[in-house]
Each structure stands twice: as structure tokens, then as C-alpha cells.
């Protein structure tokens, strides 16, 4: 027979049932938010970075703070909602070395001031000796630049400042392109033993629609430098000033080349006595016509945060048409062989962007995904590269005399093509 507890409630063994006990209210307590003042240095890098974006280091360098989808759809939102701008803590953790962040330039044209960095880079070729040379070197031309040591100690970044209230992104960033120009030529003329100067913190450029909202696809990044570590408020407030126009002045016209002159060859044997004519070269503005059409006006996506611009495809085909007139006796096609060629147009100043191996990759995949590449041998070992070629339809597309004898498209294409495969051994794979 069951027992019933005073409170009604009956227990299996006849006995009332225990008591509950009284539970435990548990306060939880939120962390104080860090704070710090912001001082004179803080203030004035407030007011020349753009502050809804900043670079964050991550280990495999530094990267943008939000994604363009993030921002955009941030900013696009009604009420507008803008991400937080960098905490006066840290910038403090900043100066003291116990964190790195970076910055972009300012974009809106209602900002009077944007830095701006000249990164003097020694990290692969080169000497400390020699990039501290080229830095008095352009001290004693702008005094008040401002200088400390790199990231990885070797080199050294400077800094300055462009006054640009009234201009826009992209006239500021014309205006950083023609000083970083200018740098490289006094780079040269000086025999210093340095590998490059580069001018970063350019602002991020984007399209307003009707309704003043950005359209993404609009959205470029700028190029990401270093926010400084060490210079007092002082340095930065005697920094040296430039105006848009002043430095857009500073772009050399470029040098003609000697009457009689021959191109240079290629130093790598498996690419020697490949050369591409003069009349090749001309035929470039034709091949940026195909390659839009290929692409739809669109840049490819790499497998990091570079892209592939239709005009790094016309750079491929135009390679790809002379390696076709000199193929390897084998019908390997090296990536080193293509990687040279345009590297050689590069230094002699043929095409603009230099060689990157990401960007080939993602411009040889697009190629064939379309069909638009033979392949007899996708495998590749140690001593033994890939055997492809571009396809008689390619080479059809590549000599057509006029842009108006251009077929149409598809994008599209009909599936993943053919792919690199690593192997330990040789063997003929299926195209």
C-alpha cells in the first residue's frame, strides 16, 4: 500500500519523499571592459586611418578586419550599422609589441588627411645596411619622414601623410601608385643594394548606388600597412605632407626604348629562344578584348585574396600562343617555362603585373573548364611536368584578325576539366 507525503505526493516505498533542496543562484559577474585614454597618438591615427576597417595578423599574414560581404551588408542595413572601430587598448597593446594591427587609407572625400607607407623591403635580397641608406636618402629629399624598423626587422617602414580633402579614393590611390613609382626609380638610380619599396595604407574604393548603398562587387580592399609602433606623437604630427596633385607630378613619363634595341631572352633553359615580337605585343589589346568576353568583364578568384583581372588572361594567352610556336620536344608545359616568359615581359617592362602562382593557377583552371586546353598527361612527378597545350579552338580564338570576328560564350563551360595530379610514378592519364 503506497503512503501519502503531507503534501500529497506519494513515494514508491511507502516512506514521504525527501525534502528538495534549495538550489543555488549563481551570479554571474561580466568581465570589466578594458579601457585606455586616448592620447595625442591615438587621436592623430584616428583621424588619418580609415576607421570601420583595419588589418588583424593572422599566420598566414596580414588580413582585412571583416569580409566585403560582412561590410557591405553592414553598411547596406537601414538604421546603417557600422563595425567598431579599433579600441584605444588596443592600439596601446599595439605600441607596446604585444599585438600588430594595420590600417587602410581614408576613402570618404570629406577627410582631410590619409597615411600612407613606404615599406623598404630587404626580408629576401638585400642588406640593413643599405635600406637605412635609402631611407636617410629620401629623408634628406622630404625632412620629417619618419622612420622605424619593419615587422621582421630588416627592413624599414616610413611615413607620410597626403592631404586630399575634396578627392576621392580612387584619386588618392592614383596618387600613392605614382608616388610608389617614383620611389622605385630613385630605388634604381641609387645601386643600394635593396629588393623593393613598396607605398601601402591605400583606401578601399567602393560604388555608391541610388539609394547610397554599395554594391559589393563594386568593394576593393586597399593595401594593408602596418599602423606605426614607435614614433612619438611628435614624429607623427611633423610628418611630411603631400597633396594629390603634387605627387601625381612625381610620375615619371616612361623612358623610350633605343632604336635598334632587341628584346632579352629568357635566362632559364627550358624557355630559352622563346621570344615574344613586337608585333605579339601589339596584338595585346586584342587579347584583353577576348579574355573579357571569355570571363564576362569578371576577375577570377584564386585560392588566397588575390584575383585574376581579365587582363593577367590576355597575358596568358598571349604567352601561351608563343609557347605554342615552341613547344618542349617532350609536350611538357613547365610552370616554371610559363613563369618565366612573363617574368622577362615583366622586367622589361612589357606588362604591368608580375608573375603570381596562384593567379596562373586559377587563369589555367578557367581555361580548362572550358574546354579550352589539351590535355595528354595531367600527372606530374619529381623531373616530370604536366603535357598540355592550348586547344585548336584557343589558338582559332588567339589569331583571329579582328575583335568584332569574336564568337559568343558561355561562362559555363561544361564542368571541371583536367587538374594536376601528383604521382610517384609515370604513366598516361585520361585528358
Avoid at 588589418?55 to 551588408?73: H, I, N, Q, T, W
Avoid at 547596406?76 to 599585438?99: I, T
Avoid at 567602393?206 to 614624429?235: N, V, W
Avoid at 585548336?392 to 559555363?412: I, Y
Wanted: proline share 7%; net charge positive.
Amino acid at each position: 500500500m503506497l503512503a501519502h507525503s503531507p503534501s500529497g505526493r506519494t513515494a514508491a516505498d511507502g516512506n514521504p519523499p525527501p525534502a528538495p533542496r534549495a538550489s543555488a543562484v549563481t551570479t554571474r559577474t561580466a568581465p570589466a571592459r578594458r579601457q585606455a585614454k586616448e592620447t595625442a597618438r591615438i587621436a592623430f591615427l584616428k583621424e588619418t586611418t580609415y576607421p570601420y576597417l583595419h588589418g588583424v595578423k593572422l599566420p598566414k599574414g596580414p588580413r582585412p578586419s571583416r569580409s566585403k560581404e560582412c561590410f557591405v551588408a553592414d553598411y547596406n542595413r537601414v538604421p546603417r550599422r557600422r563595425a567598431r572601430q579599433l579600441a584605444n587598448y588596443r592600439y596601446e597593446d599595439h605600441f607596446a609589441g604585444e599585438a600588430t594591427y594595420y590600417f587602410y587609407g581614408r576613402p570618404e572625400k570629406g577627410a582631410a588627411l590619409s597615411l600612407a607607407m613606404a615599406d623598404i623591403d630587404v626580408h629576401k635580397t638585400g642588406t640593413t645596411d643599405d635600406a637605412w641608406r635609402f631611407a636617410e636618402l629620401l629623408r634628406e629629399r622630404w625632412p620629417g619622414l619618419a622612420f622605424e624598423p619593419s615587422t621582421n626587422g630588416r627592413g624599414f617602414h616610413g611615413y607620410l601623410v597626403v592631404q586630399k580633402r575634396g578627392r576621392t579614393a580612387s584619386e588618392l590611390n592614383a596618387a600613392l601608385k605614382a608616388l610608389g613609382r617614383h620611389l622605385e626609380q630613385l630605388l634604381a638610380d641609387s645601386g643600394l643594394d635593396v629588393q623593393c619599396v613598396e607605398i601601402k595604407g591605400a583606401a578601399p574604393e567602393f560604388r555608391y548606388d541610388a539609394e547610397g548603398r554599395i554594391d559589393i562587387d563594386s568593394l576593393k580592399f586597399g593595401t594593408l600597412a602596418k599602423l606605426p609602433r614607435t614614433l612619438t606623437a611628435e614624429q607623427l604630427d611633423g610628418l611630411p605632407r603631400f597633396g594629390v596633385d603634387e605627387l601625381l607630378a612625381l610620375d615619371p613619363p616612361p623612358r623610350p626604348k633605343a632604336p635598334g634595341t632587341r628584346r632579352r631572352g629568357l635566362n632559364a633553359g627550358s624557355v630559352s629562344g622563346v621570344l615574344v615580337s613586337d608585333a605579339e605585343l601589339a596584338s595585346l589589346p586584342r587579347h584583353v578584348e577576348l579574355a573579357r568576353t571569355l570571363t564576362g568583364g569578371e576577375s577570377l578568384r584564386t585560392s588566397a585574396r588575390h584575383v585574376a583581372t581579365p587582363e593577367d588572361v590576355a597575358v596568358l594567352l598571349l604567352l601561351l600562343k608563343a609557347l605554342h610556336a615552341h613547344p618542349n620536344p617532350d609536350g611538357t608545359m613547365p610552370t616554371e617555362r610559363v613563369r618565366g616568359l612573363w617574368e622577362s615581359l615583366h622586367q622589361a617592362g612589357d606588362v604591368k603585373r608580375q608573375w603570381n602562382r596562384k593567379r596562373f593557377t586559377a587563369l589555367r583552371d578557367f581555361l580548362s573548364d572550358r574546354g579550352l586546353l589539351a590535355w595528354r598527361d595531367n600527372r606530374y612527378a619529381a623531373g616530370r611536368a604536366c603535357k598540355w597545350a592550348p586547344s585548336a579552338e584557343l589558338m582559332r580564338l588567339v589569331t583571329l584578325k579582328a575583335s568584332s570576328s569574336l564568337p559568343w560564350m558561355s561562362r559555363s563551360g561544361s564542368g571541371p576539366g583536367p587538374r594536376p595530379t601528383r604521382t610517384e610514378t609515370g604513366g598516361m592519364a585520361a585528358a
